[in-house]
């Protein structure tokens, strides 16, 4: 009598097991509007981003500025015998700063002397390329014969590249030759960049550059496998110039975006905050021309009156300069050419203007222990809503931090919120913003990132750490994500943070970061490939969605002129599940595609193995609402059904 009972108990057992669990799409019941602008990007100058990253600059060091004592990355010369003398000129300069002074007291045309520059990590040589190389120079009148600029192996040994210029002027001058490498080459970066003369004499040189090719040929520009890498995120904004950057350690150190335009050699540079020197060769329109080249538009963070070191301009008289510097640099950026800053950018090179919607006011301002923030936030926002009413302004301090520190004294559009979480804590907390209050300001999350270690991103432990994030972060990354998707009639824009690191040694001061290179080669992280298939497929309208399952999380977005559905599922469990879809209220066509990023936990991406975990696009056939969709273990999918 037992066994059949036990039959029953074991078949109704086994009827639960493999019931799947439903994601229910009511696609003709739209309930809030997607952001079109939810995906972009926050950029500030850490890890090298800039000076040995994307600013194509590969001289470094080429003001000899880095340093008051010693040209720092610069050595001296003496081959086969020759002999001279290296150093620092403030005597003797083209541009009132300082020089490079070069004594040679013996040199021929066997025994050359010179200086070399290390570059970043090397200077990258690749076949057939040609390169561009200026500098400003005189000599003494003792000096005669050419000068030549190559690029030679680290022993000197091999020169890759080589031209000459017939003499010196004994008056301040600039010259220009184009370096051509060969096409039987192998890549290297095991270079340097070498001035040298074949007679004894004296010479001073005040600013050298060495260009590669950069993106569409432009001058002063980026280098082309980053700024590709970034164009294909399809991100729609660049907040910028980003976070502690635009601060700086001190007030005199803040992004002064007046002293970053007009000529490169005119522009002073800065100290940054991340322990190096930045050249300010990526300045305000460089990084406004970076907008245009990705489509995207500038979300325009200004200085605010708080400075790292705890620093504030008091609000009020004293913090009138700079509110007017913030009005001057928005005119710059939207001004006509009738404007006096419009004019400026003319004058630069762009009489176009760029398009602006959103105004950050300063940064991370829940550091500023004085509570100024309310009254400095207020004098902007009143300047600048009088000026430009149509400007969406940003508080730099959002819904996250403490009550008493965020702005009571008017009403901000936008608030910033920034999470940098561990996976564990950013899967538990996927559906943060469910039920944010729609009442108050809309979201912008400008700074976010999920550690997949036990050390948080500041911790000087987490250096031992690859410098870009494994699988593990990027599956706690899409849960995030959906998270937002879901809510972004709230969050109106998000951006992973930071964006890029030089991986070289000594290079780096954060992790993890999306984007990892080094002087010859770049690769995305698993988070970049998540980040990328997210932004690529996003409807402008979200439906409404019910789910009777806690351990896939997604998000799904229509597109209201196609019709199509797009059905993102994060699935970090280890095994796979399977997902019953029933679409209603859409007739879609039978096949459509998937987008797969699957991955063991550890897995990830570096500079010797930069595709291990990259995303597969299949076919999916047979697609008849409802129907079931089995999602592999620790996977990120992207499906995109069609309509009819």
Same mark, same amino acid.
């Not at 696609?27 to 509007?33: N, R």
């Not at 192996?153 to 010259?175: E, F, N, Q």
């Given at each position: 009598?037992?066994?059949?009972? *036990?039959?029953?108990?074991?078949?109704?057992?086994?009827?639960?097991?493999?019931?799947?669990?439903?994601?229910? #799409?009511?696609?003709?019941?739209?309930?809030?509007?997607?952001?079109?602008?939810?995906?972009?990007?926050?950029?500030?100058?850490?890890?090298?981003?800039?000076?040995?990253?994307?600013?194509?600059?590969?001289?470094?060091?080429?003001?000899?500025?880095?340093?008051?004592?010693?040209?720092?990355?610069?050595?001296?010369?003496?081959?086969?015998?020759?002999?001279?003398?290296?150093?620092?000129?403030?005597?003797?300069?083209?541009?009132?700063?300082?020089?490079?002074?070069?004594?040679?007291?013996?040199?021929?045309?066997?025994?050359?002397?010179?200086?070399?520059?290390?570059?970043? +990590?090397?200077?990258?040589?690749?076949?057939?390329?040609?390169?561009?190389?200026?500098?400003?120079?005189?000599?003494?009148?003792? *000096?005669?014969?050419?000068?030549?600029?190559? #690029?030679?192996?680290?022993?000197?040994?091999?020169?890759?590249?080589?031209?000459?210029?017939?003499?010196?002027?004994?008056?301040? =001058?600039?010259?220009?030759?184009?370096? =051509?490498?060969?096409?039987?080459?192998?890549?290297?970066?095991?270079?340097?960049?070498?001035?040298?003369?074949?007679?004894?004499?004296?010479?001073?040189?005040?600013?050298?550059?060495?260009?590669?090719?950069?993106?569409?040929?432009?001058?002063?520009?980026?280098?082309?496998?980053?700024?590709?890498?970034?164009?294909?995120?399809?991100?729609?904004? *660049?907040?910028?110039?980003?976070?502690?950057?635009?601060?700086?350690?001190?007030?005199?150190?803040?992004?002064?975006?007046? @002293?970053?335009?007009?000529?490169?050699?005119?522009?002073?540079?800065?100290?940054?905050? +991340?322990?190096?020197?930045?050249?300010?060769?990526?300045?305000?329109?460089?990084?406004?021309?970076?907008?245009?080249?990705?489509?995207?538009?500038?979300?325009?963070?200004?200085?605010?009156?708080?400075?790292?070191?705890?620093?504030?301009?008091?609000?009020?008289?004293?913090?009138?300069?700079?509110?007017?510097?913030?009005?001057?640099?928005?005119?710059?950026?939207?001004?006509?050419?009738?404007?006096?800053?419009?004019?400026?950018?003319?004058?630069?090179?762009?009489?176009?203007?760029?398009?602006?919607?959103?105004?950050? #006011?300063?940064?991370?301002?829940?550091?500023?222990? !004085?509570?100024?923030?309310?009254?400095?936030?207020?004098?902007?926002?009143?300047?600048?809503?009088?000026? /430009?009413?149509?400007?969406?302004?940003?508080?730099?301090?959002?819904?996250?931090?403490?009550?008493? *520190?965020?702005?009571? !004294?008017?009403?901000?559009?936008?608030?910033?919120?920034? /999470?940098?979480?561990?996976?564990?804590?950013?899967?538990?907390?996927?559906?943060?913003?469910?039920?944010?209050?729609?009442?108050?300001?809309?979201?912008?999350?400008?700074?976010?990132?999920?550690?997949?270690?036990?050390?948080?991103?500041?911790?000087?432990?987490?250096?031992?750490?690859?410098?870009?994030?494994?699988? @593990?972060?990027?599956?706690?990354?899409?849960?995030?994500?959906?998270?937002?998707?879901?809510?972004?009639?709230?969050?109106?824009?998000?951006?992973?943070?930071?964006?890029?690191?030089?991986?070289?040694?000594?290079?780096?001061?954060?992790?993890?970061?999306?984007?990892?290179?080094?002087?010859?080669?770049?690769?995305?992280?698993?988070? /970049?490939?998540?980040?990328?298939?997210?932004?690529?497929?996003?409807?402008?309208?979200?439906?409404?969605?019910?789910?009777?399952?806690?351990?896939? /999380?997604?998000?799904?977005?229509?597109?209201?002129?196609?019709?199509? #559905?797009?059905?993102?599922?994060?699935?970090?469990?280890?095994?796979?599940?399977?997902?019953?879809?029933?679409?209603?209220?859409?007739?879609?066509?039978?096949?459509?595609?998937?987008?797969?990023?699957?991955?063991?936990?550890?897995?990830?991406?570096?500079?010797?193995?930069?595709?291990?975990?990259?995303?597969?696009?299949?076919?999916?056939?047979?697609?008849?609402?409802?129907?079931?969709?089995?999602?592999?273990?620790?996977?990120?999918?992207?499906?995109?059904?069609?309509?009819?």
């Amino acid at each position: 009598m037992k066994k059949p009972f *036990l039959s029953l108990v074991l078949l109704c057992a086994a009827s639960v097991a493999v019931a799947d669990p439903t994601l229910t #799409i009511r696609a003709d019941k739209i309930v809030k509007p997607a952001s079109p602008m939810l995906y972009g990007l926050m950029t500030e100058e850490i890890n090298h981003s800039y000076d040995g990253g994307l600013y194509a600059e590969l001289i470094q060091n080429r003001a000899f500025l880095d340093d008051s004592q010693t040209p720092k990355c610069w050595s001296l010369v003496q081959n086969n015998g020759a002999a001279a003398t290296m150093a620092l000129d403030t005597g003797e300069t083209f541009n009132g700063k300082v020089s490079l002074r070069l004594d040679v007291t013996s040199a021929s045309k066997d025994s050359p002397a010179g200086v070399a520059n290390e570059g970043y +990590w090397g200077i990258p040589v690749f076949p057939s390329t040609r390169y561009h190389a200026c500098f400003y120079a005189k000599a003494s009148p003792t *000096l005669s014969g050419p000068v030549a600029a190559s #690029i030679v192996s680290d022993d000197g040994a091999t020169v890759y590249a080589s031209a000459r210029v017939s003499h010196l002027s004994s008056d301040w =001058k600039m010259y220009q030759v184009t370096l =051509k490498t060969g096409r039987a080459i192998t890549p290297t970066a095991k270079t340097r960049f070498l001035l040298s003369v074949e007679n004894p004499g004296t010479v001073w040189l005040g600013c050298v550059s060495l260009f590669p090719p950069t993106w569409k040929n432009q001058p002063n520009g980026f280098r082309k496998d980053l700024l590709q890498m970034l164009i294909n995120m399809n991100p729609k904004f *660049l907040r910028l110039p980003g976070g502690n950057y635009l601060e700086g350690n001190t007030i005199p150190d803040r992004f002064d975006w007046k @002293k970053t335009i007009g000529p490169v050699i005119d522009r002073p540079g800065h100290d940054g905050p +991340w322990g190096y020197r930045s050249t300010d060769g990526l300045g305000f329109l460089e990084y406004l021309r970076w907008c245009e080249d990705m489509n995207a538009e500038p979300v325009l963070a200004v200085y605010a009156g708080y400075s790292l070191n705890h620093t504030h301009v008091k609000p009020g008289i004293d913090l009138e300069p700079y509110v007017q510097d913030a009005l001057d640099e928005i005119e710059y950026v939207t001004g006509a050419t009738s404007t006096k800053w419009g004019a400026k950018r003319a004058k630069d090179g762009h009489p176009k203007p760029f398009p602006l919607h959103y105004v950050e #006011i300063g940064n991370e301002d829940w550091f500023d222990g !004085s509570g100024s923030y309310d009254e400095r936030f207020t004098q902007f926002y009143k300047a600048i809503k009088a000026k /430009y009413p149509q400007l969406q302004c940003i508080s730099t301090i959002g819904n996250d931090a403490d009550a008493n *520190l965020r702005v009571r !004294s008017s009403n901000p559009d936008v608030l910033d919120e920034h /999470y940098y979480r561990s996976a564990r804590v950013f899967l538990r907390d996927a559906s943060h913003f469910d039920n944010y209050d729609r009442n108050g300001p809309r979201i912008f999350v400008g700074e976010w990132a999920a550690h997949e270690s036990t050390f948080p991103p500041w911790d000087r432990r987490s250096a031992d750490l690859p410098p870009t994030p494994n699988m @593990k972060a990027a599956l706690a990354d899409a849960a995030w994500m959906t998270g937002m998707e879901r809510n972004s009639d709230l969050i109106q824009m998000q951006s992973y943070a930071p964006l890029m690191v030089n991986v070289n040694p000594g290079a780096r001061q954060w992790r993890p970061d999306l984007i990892g290179y080094d002087t010859l080669h770049c690769y995305g992280s698993p988070s /970049y490939y998540a980040i990328k298939i997210f932004a690529n497929n996003l409807g402008d309208q979200i439906p409404a969605v019910t789910s009777d399952d806690s351990t896939i /999380y997604d998000s799904v977005t229509e597109n209201s002129k196609t019709g199509a #559905i797009i059905i993102k599922l994060v699935n970090a469990q280890t095994n796979a599940q399977t997902l019953k879809l029933d679409i209603q209220g859409a007739r879609l066509k039978s096949d459509g595609t998937a987008v797969t990023l699957a991955a063991a936990p550890d897995a990830t991406n570096s500079i010797d193995n930069p595709t291990n975990v990259v995303p597969v696009v299949t076919k999916v056939t047979d697609i008849a609402s409802p129907f079931s969709y089995t999602v592999p273990a620790n996977s990120i999918v992207v499906l995109a059904l069609k309509s009819k």
